[in-house]
């Protein structure tokens, strides 16, 4: 299992910034930075991710998988349905997908996933999934945000929590490094807050509307536009609800 060798930290500025440097000086797949407290927790395109000291899950797990680098968005995906299920399970908290990489309850953000990767000699040299739960915080800034505290009234073990979501992805990896994406690809359509939903997809300067359709093999989000069916690999997807 992953968690060996780990490291845990009272605070550190971003668990995914900490497995970076420790990946490239050379820790092995499962390597895991888990803190209680992030100065600088990192998003996407450079957003920051804000938590409550002693209050959220938030690790990163240091990947080296061996599938093609066009599928490495696959390993947001895979994060995000291992999150879902365990936070079914342990909290009986009924959570979504949204492509590609945030698991949302009500359309409130419980987790963001961020899923770092580079490439040596056209390989994946390795990928970080950094996870981000909100598990008993007690109230948020934003009205997009929640909590298992907030939904549940009852607060959660986060170290059982994060064995769960460990478990989950181990057997979810597994599967996708030996070539079956399947299982998980068909997991994510059906637990998703994207599909089927008229959006607003930004990726850079790029803007793309449509209905959202499918998540192909290598986790692009397709969508059907007056222009055809366009498959996107990153981005931030809007729907028409969020947009009011
Ligand atoms: C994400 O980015 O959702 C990825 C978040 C990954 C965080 C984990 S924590 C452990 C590891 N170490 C790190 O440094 N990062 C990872 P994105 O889709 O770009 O969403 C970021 C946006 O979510 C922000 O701009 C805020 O609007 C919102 N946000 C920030 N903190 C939040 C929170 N605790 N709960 C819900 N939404 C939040």
Redesign the pocket.
Known sequence: MWGHPVEFHAQIS????RAKAWARSGAAEGALVVADH?TE?????G?????EAGS?L???VVLRPQIEPAKAALIALMAAAAVREAVAERAGVDAAIKWP??VLVGGK?LC???AESWLEGGQLAAVIA???V?VNQKA?A?D??TSLFCLTGAPCPRFALLGDILTGMHRRYQALVSGDSSALLAECRQCSATLGQEVVLRAGSTTVRGRAVDIDSDGRLVLDTADGLVRALAGEVSTAEEMV
């Open positions: 971003s668990t995914n910034a992030q927790g990192r998003g996407r395109f957003r920051s991710w804000e938590a959220a938030l690790f990163s990489n945030d953000k963001g996933v961020l950094g996870i981000g909100n948020f934003t997009r945000a």
